[in-house]
């Protein structure tokens, strides 16, 4: 790569448009960027599908297989918290797969610094192309 293809690169790194790298652990300031706005469609382990939209005002509407809730989010300690008005809500540590996957993890109640082992769920902002590494299609 020559310098100035090593500059444009460095640049844009440093202004945060490149693209993220596997397994990043988003921090509480990239999580107040990028999830306000932004309606996730999204899978848990076991295969279900949910929807979320994260306003700009805080509060968050989801939708699944189930129903819907209504509640807030919230960055805590670098964490991203959602606490719904008819279901339990948790904090996870949130990695970004790429430039449109987050890879969510629930934090451990007794242990607020180690995260579950399996990832929680696993979104992609609708708008967008996803990029998780292997993207659930919807069963039809």
Known sequence: MTAAG???????VVAGIGPA?????????DLTTAL???T???V???????TETYHDDR???YWDANGADSGEW?????LFCTFYESQEGACFLVERDGDNCFTFFEMQPDEPTVPREQWTSRGWNRAKPATCPTPP????
């Open 6 to 12: 090593r500059f444009v690169v460095a640049a844009l």
């Open 21 to 29: 790298i596997a397994g990043e652990r988003m921090s509480g300031d």
């Open 36 to 38: 306000p706005g932004i």
């Open 40 to 42: 996730l469609d999204g």
């Open 44 to 50: 848990y382990p076991d295969g279900t599908y949910f």
């Open 59 to 61: 509060t968050i509407r």
């Open 74 to 78: 919230s960055i805590r300690n670098g």
């Open 137 to 140: 299609q919807p069963s039809i």
